[in-house]
T-cell receptor, first 108, second 112 residues
Framework: GQQVQQSPASLVLQEGENAELQCNFS?????MQWFYQRPGGSLVSLFY???GTKHSGRLTSTTVIKERRSSLHISSSQTTDSGTYLC??????????FGKGTQLIIQP | NSKVIQTPRYLVKGQGQKAKMRCIPE?????VFWYQQNKNNEFKFLIN????????QIDMTEKRFSAECPSNSPCSLEIQSSEAGDSALYLC??????????FGPGTRLTVL
């Protein structure tokens, strides 16, 4: 079965609205990362977040180990936030197992 | 921002040809990974190295790919005999052992 499930698969919002992306893991969670994938394909690391809450500008990541889930919150969305957001289980010296991504579209 | 360098950015090969791509990890990162992202945007781990030694690799990589990470030279991933199904984005990542992985821009391979 799929180890990493992301939801929603796609999300369309108006500029200024908040976005909430979810990631659920079917196995125990040692570490995880959130990425933004640019249209050309390159991956930008947003958070390495094995547990707890981390902030970076308008982005907040919260990982709850015992519930095997992580969320990414984007506040006051902008059109430049549009793209694909990926979560992945693992990190460090361990391989990453990716979810299928959330396609985020922010309309002006 | 990631400092992982991948070359070439685009690669076009005919079926049966060799396809070679290179990666320079971030300075000081001992662990290097190769992943494949297919046209359905699914990621597949291929192989990883720590200080030039292979840590893990999948069966396909062992049979059809040649990869190395020599000291003081770029890491490389080579498909010995390209197949149409190998058309994908090949991503290299590096990390310190206990922290996040940083990715390069990828090499987009098209096998005609």
């Amino acid at each position: 079965g799929q180890q990493v499930q992301q939801s929603p698969a796609s999300l369309v919002l108006q500029e200024g609205e908040n976005a909430e992306l979810q990631c659920n893991f079917s196995t125990s969670l040692n570490s995880m990362q959130w990425f933004y994938q640019r249209p050309g394909g390159s991956l930008v690391s947003l958070f390495y977040n094995p547990s707890g809450t981390k902030h970076s500008g308008r982005l907040t990541s919260t990982t709850v180990i015992k519930e095997r889930r992580s969320s990414l919150h984007i506040s006051s969305s902008q059109t430049t936030d549009s793209g694909t957001y990926l979560c992945a289980l693992g990190g460090g010296a361990d391989r990453l197992t990716f979810g299928k991504g959330t396609q985020l579209i922010i309309q002006p | 921002n990631s400092k992982v360098i991948q070359t070439p950015r685009y690669l076009v090969k005919g079926q049966g040809q060799k396809a070679k791509m290179r990666c320079i990890p971030e300075k000081g990162h001992p662990v290097v990974f190769w992943y494949q992202q297919n046209k359905n945007n699914e990621f597949k781990f291929l192989i990883n190295f720590q200080n030039q030694e292979v840590l893990q690799q999948i069966d396909m990589t062992e049979k059809r790919f040649s990869a190395e990470c020599p000291s003081n030279s770029p890491c490389s991933l080579e498909i010995q005999s390209s197949e149409a199904g190998d058309s994908a984005l090949y991503l290299c990542a590096s990390s310190l052992k206990s922290y996040e992985q940083y990715f390069g821009p990828g090499t987009r391979l098209t096998v005609l």
